[in-house]
């Protein structure tokens, strides 16, 4: 799978390729770009973990590294009777873990657009945050699996601490009385994420947010806001301070929400913060490419206040491990 990025990697295509894989009798996907490989389910190569969940079958030996492997099917809690003999693991990657799951097949690789990805209906999401979006390919409905959500289910350790503040950052009193008025938009297509930011930020005083759960959305008001504010005489940045993005998004992914941004909108001074589970060296300077002013990797959401600090009031960040694009 060496190309396996490509898509994603070409910057503001609003393309990407989805694996389709089976369990059950049921279709699943998941972006090609979190997927490392597949390999056969070996039992021999698995070593039980005392007191572990019921869908962690134990940990994998692959290449002289283990890694958790996780049952799909037992954890979704679907039919048994329906199993494949030959299961296979997916190995994925992404919010720096490496973790196997097993599937009953792997079915085929489908080229399309973030605008094909539908947001699920909010009555289905008020009763599971297991899968993002749907896709009909070929009359068939694909269901996206929001793989990083379970498992934070799995190992809630995993995200404990993530909304911890440093008191350097909050120790800027005038900082803290400036915050209330700065309007953010929020981009992210994952619940369990997007209600952690909306956490995070608030809790240090940023509480005028706009979140939506797909890039179009977002982009559509951002826009709109734009419109408002020259029919004002003003600029966008009087109404909307900063935005903080996913990659992967229904309608609209977040490198193609940030270039429009800089292109379409023709906005060079609105700050835009990139927060994907799929940072690496290559998306770093696919992030740079779009105007992206920075990124953090998922789950490190307690970095973005002194990320948004130092975009907005020019404050200089502690953080020491993040990247501002130029």
């Known amino acids: 799978m060496a190309d396996k990025k490509e898509i994603l990697l070409e910057s503001g295509t609003n393309e990407l390729e989805i694996a389709e894989f089976i369990l059950g009798k049921q279709s699943f996907g998941i972006n090609v770009a979190k997927i490392r490989e597949f390999v056969p389910y070996d039992t021999k190569s698995v070593t039980k973990v005392p007191n572990s969940p019921p869908s962690m079958v134990g940990v994998l030996l692959l290449r002289g590294r283990t890694i958790p492997l996780i049952n799909l099917s ?80 799995i190992f809630p350790e995993k995200m404990r601490g993530l909304t911890h503040l440093s008191t350097k950052t909050l120790s800027d009193e005038e900082i803290e009385q400036r915050r209330p008025a700065r309007q953010i938009v929020i981009a992210e297509d994952s619940n369990m994420i997007r209600n952690m930011i909306i956490k995070t930020i608030k809790s240090a005083g940023y509480t005028n947010i706009q979140s939506f759960d797909n890039g179009g959305s977002a982009y559509d008001y951002v826009k709109q ?22 990659i992967e998004m229904p309608r609209m992914d977040g490198l193609t929400f940030c270039r429009n941004i800089r292109e379409e909108l023709r906005e060079a001074s609105l700050p835009v913060i990139i927060f994907s589970s799929l940072i690496n060296e290559q998306m770093i300077v696919k992030c740079r490419s779009v105007g992206a002013n920075a990124h953090v990797t998922k789950p490190q959401i307690a970095m973005l206040v002194d990320l948004m600090d130092g975009l907005i009031f020019g404050k200089e960040s502690s953080q020491n491990d993040f990247t501002i694009a130029k």
């Open 74 to 153: 037992i954890h979704l809690g679907l039919n048994s009777e329906d199993r494949s003999d030959k299961p296979v693991v997916l190995v994925t990657e992404f919010n720096t873990l490496v973790n196997g799951f097993i599937i009953d097949a792997i079915n085929q690789i489908h080229r399309l657009s973030w605008s094909d990805i539908k947001s699920l209906n909010p009555v289905l999401q008020q009763h599971t945050t297991r899968f993002t979006g749907t896709v009909n390919v070929k009359d068939k409905e694909i269901l996206i699996m929001d793989l990083e959500y379970i498992v934070s289910e």
């Open 225 to 246: 806001t734009k419109e408002k504010a020259e029919q004002q005489g003003q600029k966008l940045t009087d109404y909307v301070s900063l935005t903080v993005s996913d």
